[in-house]
């Protein structure tokens, strides 16, 4: 168990390197956040992008014309929504590739969502009430997992503050998105804090609850806000697990200005994402993946929206 998922990224990408050391491509989506970045600087890997689809799966023509083999390819289960992992393999399968699969928007399902790629990792926090955690699974059985743990440590500062806004929702009908504003650069290997570890060893988590009352909320999103003003991703609901936001994109900046200051006066934060850590890319701007808003589905309510 690692502290989060830039740091499983970390150790999945040392793993990758320590058993193919000629492996020195790594396509990423091109709506991504700097987190994964900061997890990838260390390795001075060669980062190309590729283009989604409407339903934020991958590309495959896109990838099929740019692909190089022997490379890694990095998947996102965006908000809680299942890639098409069957196009995936073909691909994986075709071009010798390596896949990771960021399942940081959700919880892992067995069997299911978080399971697919041949590493997998989540963050666990974005869900439920801890300070932190990830879990790193490696779904290759020529690669034996190390059993040696990570050492637990004491919670850092920014942790506690994370950690405290699920108390807050409790008692106020605030709503905020699980969300932090961490610019750390991953360059070693760190685990869980001790209490978060003491949570999920003794405490059990109503996994059906959440993952239900996340899904009421995402589908209350969806019918609530116009679509003459957000479009919503073509996003079929049975492919949605434990969903992290509802997610949507604005069709101009004045629409994207009035929905954040709409949320700020009725308490609900709404935030564009993802900050790119870097100079935008062609594929970000011109699929208008910087006007996307993200609107919370916290599981600690049902949202209090008329959807008549």
């Not at 499983?8 to 050391?21: D, T």
């Not at 570890?197 to 899904?215: P, S």
């Not at 900046?253 to 006066?265: A, F, S, T, V």
Request: hydrophobic share 35%; proline share 4%; charged share 25%.
């Amino acid at each position: 168990m690692t502290k989060s998922g830039r740091y499983s990224l970390y150790k999945i990408i040392s793993i990758i390197k320590k058993n193919n050391n000629n492996i020195n491509n790594i396509y990423l989506p091109s709506f991504i956040c700097k987190e994964v970045i900061s997890s990838l600087i260390s390795f001075n890997l060669d980062i190309s992008f590729y283009k989604l689809n409407n339903d934020l799966s991958p590309d495959i023509n896109f990838l099929k014309k740019n692909l190089k083999r022997n490379s890694i390819l990095f998947i996102v289960n965006y908000f809680g929504v299942l890639a098409d992992w069957s196009s995936i393999n073909d691909i994986k399968n075709e071009y010798e590739l390596i896949t990771i699969e960021d399942n940081c928007h959700s919880l892992n399902e067995k069997n299911g969502i978080g399971s697919y790629g041949d590493y997998s990792f989540n963050s666990l926090r974005k869900i439920i009430p801890l300070l932190s955690g990830s879990e790193l699974n490696i779904n290759i059985a020529s690669i034996i997992p190390e059993t040696n743990n990570l050492k637990l440590r004491i919670p850092d500062i920014d942790e506690i503050k994370y950690l405290l806004r699920f108390y807050r929702n409790k008692k106020s009908t605030k709503i905020s998105i699980n969300g932090s504003e961490n610019n750390e650069i991953v360059s070693s290997e760190k685990g869980i804090d001790y209490i978060s570890k003491r949570i999920l060893d003794n405490h059990e988590f109503d996994i059906d609850h959440i993952c239900l009352t996340r899904r009421h909320n995402f589908i209350s999103w969806n019918r609530f806000l116009p679509s003459s003003e957000l479009r919503s991703f073509h996003i079929d609901i049975n492919k949605v697990y434990c969903p992290y936001v509802y997610p949507c994109i604005a069709e101009s900046d004045e629409i994207k200005k009035k929905w954040i200051e709409w949320g700020m006066k009725n308490n609900i934060r709404i935030i564009n994402w993802p900050k790119i850590p870097f100079k935008s890319h062609d594929h970000f701007e011109n699929s208008h993946l910087n006007m996307v808003l993200l609107f919370p589905i916290n599981h600690q309510f049902n949202l209090p929206i008329r959807l008549n």
